[in-house]
């Protein structure tokens, strides 16, 4: 039972354009989401997060964005750039269950200079 | 750097042997978290200790599995019998406040079972 699913494995992209990652999940109790930037034979670091009280977030080139009623996040990277090119793992928890995360399966970026 | 130290980094064990993997939290965190990934899959919750403490070990199997997080030393993650499908990288993380704290991951360590 995949409760938050990322339906593309990989993702190509071309330098300076826009990096749009998709992530689905099942669970209405989920109440914060966060995405997570991974490079071979490094453990996940983090990305950027978003409450469920909330529709977007932004730090910099990175933007999430929250669609409650589709149960449906996403994360925008713009403009793309060749260093962003990683695997992005989508992940979501409970009430006051921070720790225990639910990741996604992971979508690899590419971005081609 | 006072990360999340994870070791060995590289484990080869033959089924049957037992794995143990060593977790050192960043400094002044007290909660550790487990995590595993198969090939081509996400990461998968394992288990949630604090010292001294198992929180949540419902994402641990029954048989075979056991993690500690004594008082002194580090975060164990312990296989026993281990078998092909074993053969994950396994990722441990800490946090300083626990179920609302932000997790920082260590680097994981690799093991596999020939």
């Known amino acids: 039972d995949q409760q938050v699913k990322q339906n593309s494995p990989s993702l190509s992209v071309q330098e300076g354009r826009i990096s749009i990652l998709n992530c689905d999940y099942t669970n209405s109790m989920f109440d914060y989401f966060l995405w997570y930037k991974k490079y071979p034979a490094e453990g996940p670091t983090f990305l950027i997060s978003i409450s469920s009280i909330k529709d977007k977030n932004e730090d910099g080139r990175f933007t999430v964005f929250l669609n409650k009623s589709a149960k449906h996040l996403s994360l925008h990277i713009v403009p793309s750039q060749p260093g962003d090119s990683a695997v992005y793992f989508c992940a979501a928890s409970g009430h006051n269950q921070g720790g225990k995360l639910i990741f996604g399966q992971g979508t690899e970026l590419s971005v081609k200079p | 750097n006072a990360g999340v130290m994870q070791n060995p980094r590289h484990l080869v064990r033959r089924r049957g042997q037992e794995a143990r993997l060593r977790c050192s939290p960043m400094k002044g965190h007290s909660h550790v978290y487990w995590y595993r990934q198969l090939p081509e899959e996400g990461l998968k919750f394992m288990v949630y200790l604090q010292k001294e403490n198992i929180i949540d070990e419902s994402g641990m199997p029954k048989e075979r599995f056991s993690a500690e997080f004594p008082k002194e030393g580090p975060s164990i993650l312990r296989i026993q019998q281990v078998v092909r499908g074993d053969s994950a990288a396994y990722f441990c993380?800490?946090?300083?406040?626990?179920?609302?704290?932000?997790?920082?991951f260590g680097e994981g360590s690799r093991l596999t079972v020939l």
């Open positions: 993380a800490s946090s300083l406040a626990g179920p609302t704290g932000e997790l920082f």
